[in-house]
């Protein structure tokens, strides 16, 4: 079973487009993050929820909107898409906000912006 | 702000050989955790180790281990008897602060010559 499944793995959609990317954990945690990883392979926190409530909000700019209807699950959405927003996007959960907590991460959603 | 550092971009080793993967951060916090995570071509993120500032004790996983030396703030990885599926870009990564968010470097490249 994937402890933490995105969808969709690969989307190429044109500029200007809305789009979400849906991820889904089953491992029970509580705290959830979306990652971009861009083109030289930079990782870098976007957003994370615990309890379905924003901790971190990384200078993501607003056409960024994430949604955590339950924990289990943190939805990214993104409006507007400018080539810039091509990377790879990774979803990842932790059992509660624990430093020394394991961060598992999902399998990534690489979007590719024409 | 805390920042971590990977001063090779990309390193090669022979099979069954040792390599050491070099990582430097910079933090004012006094209880942060240091992180390794792998990630081969298919993308997917893997923590291979892990290290609390406040153990002294190097920590180790089977063929992986670290080298902590906190006064200095460097957190290097050696890995021993090296297998083709060691090659991967690896990660240093440093996880402190009220919001517990997770900072990588920007990554190491290996390779594995048979």
């Known amino acids: 079973d994937t402890a933490v499944s995105q969808t969709p793995k690969y989307l190429v959609t044109q500029m200007g487009n809305d789009k979400s990317i849906k991820c889904e954990q089953n491992l029970g945690h509580d705290t959830m993050y979306w990652y971009k990883q861009d083109s030289k392979k930079f990782l870098k926190i976007m957003f994370s929820?615990?309890?379905?409530?924003?901790?971190i909000n990384e200078t993501v700019p607003n056409r960024f909107s994430p949604k955590s209807p339950d924990k289990a699950h943190l939805n990214l959405h993104i409006n507007s898409l400018e080539l810039g927003d091509s990377a790879v996007y990774f979803c990842a959960s932790s059992q509660e906000r624990g430093l020394g907590n394991t961060i598992y991460f999902g399998e990534g959603s690489w979007l590719t912006v024409v | 702000a805390q920042t971590v550092t990977q001063s090779q971009p990309e390193m090669s080793v022979q099979e069954a050989e040792t390599v050491t993967l070099s990582c430097t951060y910079d933090t004012s916090e006094s209880d942060y955790y240091l992180f390794w995570y792998k990630q081969p071509p298919s993308r997917q993120m893997i923590l291979v180790i892990r290290q609390e500032a406040y153990k002294q004790q190097n920590a180790t996983e089977n063929r992986f281990s670290v080298n902590f030396q906190k006064a200095a703030k460097s957190f290097s990885l050696k890995i021993s008897d090296s297998q083709l599926g060691d090659a991967a870009m690896y990660f240093c990564?440093?996880?402190?602060?009220?919001?517990?968010?997770?900072?990588f470097g920007k990554g190491t490249l290996l390779t594995v010559n048979p």
């Open positions: 990564a440093y996880r402190a602060g009220l919001n517990y968010k997770l900072t």
């Open positions: 929820y615990n309890n379905k409530e924003l901790i």
